[in-house]
């Protein structure tokens, strides 16, 4: 609910115009990232077997705990959300757009959970890739991956290279939005 308020995209979603040709040509068409079970499994053997990332982690579930008690949390916009006009969730949904470039544009360190959401996941990403047979070879991932991943890609084989990209927003105004301004 929250997330579409928001105008947050599934990245699966921009794949809907290849629907034909995912069905046609399935081996084309490969999904490379770990699954939730992978990173929970991550998560639990670094936790077992780093101390500094169990602390780290640790001490940011405190913050957001303190947080969510100062704040509200993202409960109680849920339940607003939940009550809320289509007036209403249309300005929930531009705040929150607005609060979610705000927060992402002043990120200034790495989170606690970077060694499984960006480094494992890269890892992971980059064995995939080094084992295609493919030349050229499209994806969808997050840019805060792409230093990682190239890095990873590069320690095999330093010819790597990034030739193209395309930015795209994963945050975004809905299609449907509708207003007017009095």
């Known amino acids: ?16 115009f290849l629907r034909e040709d995912m069905a046609a040509r399935p081996d084309r068409h490969v999904n490379a990232d770990v699954s939730t079970a992978d990173m929970m499994q991550e998560y639990q053997r670094l936790e077992a077997s780093d101390p500094g990332f169990a602390q780290a982690v640790h001490a940011d ?13 993202i409960g109680q916009i849920v339940n607003l959300l939940r009550g809320a006009t289509p007036e209403q969730r249309s300005l ?26 960006l480094d494992f996941r890269n890892r992971k990403l980059a064995e995939r890739i ?28 330093p010819a790597w290279e990034i030739r193209s990209l395309k930015w795209m927003r994963t945050i975004d105004t809905p299609e449907d939005l509708s207003g007017a301004i009095e």
């Open 130 to 157: 080094l084992a295609d047979s493919h030349q050229n070879i499209y994806m969808t991932y997050g840019a805060g991956h792409l230093p990682g991943l190239l890095a990873d890609l590069q320690a095999a084989d």
């Open 1 to 16: 609910m929250l997330g579409d308020a928001c105008g947050l995209q599934f990245q699966m979603n921009y794949f809907q």
């Open 92 to 117: 929930v949904g531009t705040a929150c757009r607005g609060w979610l470039t705000m927060t992402l544009a002043r990120r200034t360190g790495p989170s606690a959970l970077d060694p499984v959401i």
């Open 61 to 73: 579930q405190a913050k957001s705990k303190a947080d969510d008690a100062t704040d509200g949390g």
